[in-house]
């Protein structure tokens, strides 16, 4: 990730510090080492961050929370994260996403509601082939500076993503299980790189691999430009975390299952998948030090997935304003974005977690942390390529043989904790494979996990 990022943040609070106060069985008093939230509260992020290819970023991100008379602190009771950004080279990102569980509470106590809708156009969305290691990655063909330069966005096209999405969620509060019935819709548009709205000028005329792949056949021409799909999810679960923001035991599991009919896809006559999420909590000796663990496979069951649908993982929640990889901030942590793409994928995070300093300061309760990370990926499932149009001479420079192999990266970061749900991370992680990418630098909210 040829990138340098900046962020200069400020955190805020509505309220007095008569909202800070806490029960106790004598009374109410405002210096416990135990903390209750009241009313609003929300956090602001005015982002400020550099690129080297598409420039400056300007926007603003906040999360809006009301936790009502604080009796169910620190659970809130409405929560609504906003984000507007934009790159000077004209990337943009728009989206807000909405949870409560209470908003339901007419029909049912145990139902909650999540929606989101995003929009994002991204100039230069990461593409490195399919199934890992059998498709080459070379940082050489986008280095201006090495003999073997081909151009800078060899590995990237344009996208413009439109994504809705609504979840409604049921619990069975004895026995920790939960299900969830939700509906997603998608619209891609796809083509190759703007070069026109890039800062700096790259060679014309020459391919990105995204157009090799159209040229040869590799993307079919019915899915090359993108498309409109829509698929209904079903999943079970089972959350036995003490915590939802800084969880430090507990399990957090889920099985589910996205179908996406004929009838609601223009590009495909439909197709099945299968995602497994496992979350592991291990407290270690006391609240502040936490090992974490958490392990994904996902798998196409039938039909077929489009080629701009393979990144995307299927999830309970969207924490994020993508769910795709594997590769980057949300999954592999210093890896090329989707460089792990395939008909099936697993996924294996492990995370050192560790509170350095608790205080309380303005009415609010704050934390200072750091973590410590390895994240491992692998293609389990190949997704069929035609390889039947592509030149002999081109097909071993883009393709290898074999089974892929497993990807890994380590690295570490820093976290501000702000009214516990409110959480500043930071993370830097680098790749163990030189065809993996470089590294990565991630300014964003919450804990990956």
């Not at 005015?46 to 300007?58: N, T």
């Not at 080279?89 to 209470?102: F, I, Q």
């Not at 999954?331 to 395939?342: K, L, P």
């Not at 704050?366 to 692998?378: L, R, S, Y």
Request: with cysteine.
């Amino acid at each position: 990730m040829k990138s340098v990022v900046c962020l200069a943040g400020s955190i805020m609070m509505l309220g007095t510090p008569a909202e800070a106060q806490v029960k106790v069985d004598g009374g109410v008093v405002t210096d416990s080492a135990t903390f209750v939230k009241t009313g609003f509260s929300f956090g602001v992020l005015p982002a400020v961050s550099y690129d080297s290819d598409l420039g400056f970023q300007y926007g603003l991100l906040t999360n809006l929370y009301w936790y009502g008379d604080g009796s169910k602190y620190p659970q809130y009771e409405h929560s609504l994260y906003l984000e507007c950004s934009r790159y000077a080279a004209g990337t943009m990102l728009a989206r807000a996403y909405y949870d409560s569980p209470v908003l339901l509470s007419g029909i049912s106590d145990n139902l909650r509601l999540t929606a989101d809708v995003t929009w994002f156009r991204d100039l230069l969305m990461d593409f490195a082939g399919f199934n890992g290691r059998q498709s080459v990655y070379n940082e050489r063909w986008t280095d201006s500076d090495d003999s073997e330069y081909k151009t800078r966005v060899f590995y990237n096209h344009h996208r413009t993503m439109f994504r809705t999405m609504a979840t409604v969620r049921g619990d069975i509060p004895e026995r920790h299980l939960y299900w969830l019935a939700g509906i997603t819709f998608f619209n891609m548009d796809i083509e190759g790189v703007h070069r026109d709205e890039l800062k700096r000028s790259t060679p014309e005329g020459v391919p990105t691999l995204y157009e090799l792949y159209c040229k040869y056949g590799v993307i079919r021409e019915e899915e090359k430009d993108g498309g409109a799909d829509a698929f209904i999810r079903a999943s079970i679960g089972v959350d036995l975390r003490d915590s939802e923001a800084f969880p430090t035991k507990g399990v957090w599991s889920e099985m589910s299952v996205a179908a996406a009919p004929g009838f609601m896809s223009k590009k495909t006559d439909g197709f099945l998948r299968l995602t497994l999420f496992h979350r592991q909590y291990f407290r270690l000796g006391s609240d502040n030090r936490v090992f974490a663990v958490r392990l994904m496979a996902q798998n196409r069951i039938a039909g077929r997935v489009p080629f701009y649908l393979l990144p995307h993982i299927t999830t309970a929640t969207l924490g994020s304003a993508t769910s795709q990889g594997l590769g980057g901030a949300k999954t592999m942590r210093g890896v090329a974005r989707n460089r792990i793409v395939g008909d099936g994928v697993a996924m294996a995070n492990v995370e050192y977690r560790w509170i350095l300093k608790r205080f309380q300061w303005l009415g609010a309760q704050w934390a200072v942390g750091t973590n410590i990370f390895g994240d491992f990926g692998i293609t389990t499932q190949d997704y069929k390529v035609d390889m039947a149009g592509v030149p002999d001479e081109e097909r071993s420079m883009l393709f290898r043989t074999g089974d892929d192999c497993i990807h890994s990266s380590v690295g570490m970061g820093l976290k501000l904790h702000f009214n516990t749900n409110f959480i500043v991370s930071c993370d830097y992680g680098k790749p163990l494979r030189k065809d993996d990418g470089t590294k990565g630098l991630y300014i964003q909210l919450n804990y990956l996990f």
